[in-house]
């Protein structure tokens, strides 16, 4: 699975509606990425892009997974529209939903032997916004994207977040982005999902980078949330673009896989795993 950022292929901060369908013309070339590097590598790819409505015109701020016969698995529309995005785009009308995908998947044979086998992979989409409380008017504790992705495997989440709101002061724009601070932020919105054994892992693409005096913070991430103490199994602490891998364990945590297991840890529960790639 490759997951990109929301809006990963052109620009963030969209004017208004003719600003946006022009960038939804231009996300064309984006798709098409997407949808080679699906085939070509025999993968998933969920890419955010501009996405324009060809029967009503409107637009949504959208996140697109592709299959590996180049065929469009899911597409989803932002539900939680950011005040940014509320100058060009449509709400999304379905909400968060499980969805399924058929797999590549490795399982361990006999010694140290892996066989590949296609399992269904149940997943959510959610781009940058949604993980916040909607409109940041409804009540913290309503968790709306956590408690939709119970039962779920991996949540796709593709974001632009940013270190600072647009009218902040310039002290407050250039503070240095804090890694820790932007994950356990993230981690906070999912707490009803920490611990539980057969919980997802957040898979986060963060825009990086400045546009218009805001900083995007960058730390894509990819967290076990199966412990009390989420596991940080991925993290990009560099203000730079990168791609990066590591593989995942599906299904349920060991009953005897706990938080204090001795391995080597930081707040978010970091461990040093030897088949991260």
Not at 233 to 245: F, I, K, P, Q
Request: hydrophobic share 40%.
């Amino acid at each position: 699975m490759v997951v990109c950022p929301e809006l990963g292929f052109s620009r963030y901060a969209l004017r208004d509606e003719d600003d946006a369908r022009a960038v939804a013309r231009e996300s064309a070339r984006a798709l098409a990425w997407a949808r080679e590097i699906a085939m070509t590598y025999d993968t998933h790819v969920a890419l955010g892009h501009c996405r324009e409505e060809a029967t009503s015109g409107e637009l949504f701020n959208s996140q697109t997974v592709f299959a590996p016969d180049g065929d469009v698995a899911r597409r989803y529309d932002k539900s939680h529209l950011y005040f940014v995005d509320e100058a060009w785009a449509v709400e999304g009308r379905r909400g968060f939903e499980v969805f399924t995908l058929a797999m590549k998947c490795f399982v361990r044979g006999a010694g140290s032997a892996y066989a590949e086998v296609v399992r269904d992979v149940k997943c959510v989409s959610a781009i940058c916004m949604d993980i916040n409380p909607y409109k940041f008017e409804a009540p913290w504790t309503d968790f709306e994207l956590a408690n939709a992705c119970v039962g779920s495997d991996l949540i796709l989440f593709s974001s632009a977040w940013t270190s600072a709101h647009p009218d902040d002061p310039e002290e407050i724009k250039r503070k240095p982005v804090d890694f820790g601070e932007t994950v356990s932020y993230w981690m906070s919105r999912l707490q009803p999902l920490l611990g539980k054994t057969m919980s997802p892992y957040f898979v986060c693409a963060n825009r990086i980078g400045v546009e218009n005096d805001i900083q995007f913070t960058g730390c894509s991430c990819i967290v076990d949330l199966r412990h009390r103490i989420p596991r940080l199994m991925l993290g990009v602490r560099e203000r730079e673009e990168t791609a990066l891998s590591c593989w995942i364990e599906l299904g349920r945590a060991s009953d005897d896989d706990d938080d204090d297991d001795g391995g080597e840890t930081d707040a978010l529960g970091e461990h040093n795993h030897s088949d991260a790639q």
